[in-house]
């Protein structure tokens, strides 16, 4: 499950490579803001959320559906911490809600890593 759910997800990271400018095209047509963010959104799409939804899910398969909660539970203090670091004190604007969302799903990905390889061993 693990190997289809990586290649859905480099499919789709392909996809939005080749389409990136008329998707974001839809929203803005400054050059600045097309070049900084095209990087951007394709690392959010290839580690963090991959990592922490794949490790989710596959959590839930083994039938521990509270342990991911906890998980999930973490964006309700990461996401507003951080946000109001990057974009009140740190200044980023539009770019520290990326950042944020960013560590967000990087800190769910390894804390559903620590539970994905508790479940497996204890199965």
Known sequence: ILAY?????????????IFFDSIL????????ILENTKDIILVILLFPITLAQINANSVKCYGKTKETLFAQATSLITIPVFLYIFMCKLNFNASGILIALI?????KGIINTFLLKKVSTHS
């Open 25 to 32: 095209g839809l929203f803005t047509k400054d050059p600045r």
């Open 5 to 17: 759910a990586f290649i859905i997800t480099a499919l789709i990271a392909l996809f939005y490579t």
């Open 103 to 107: 560590i967000d799903f990087g800190i």
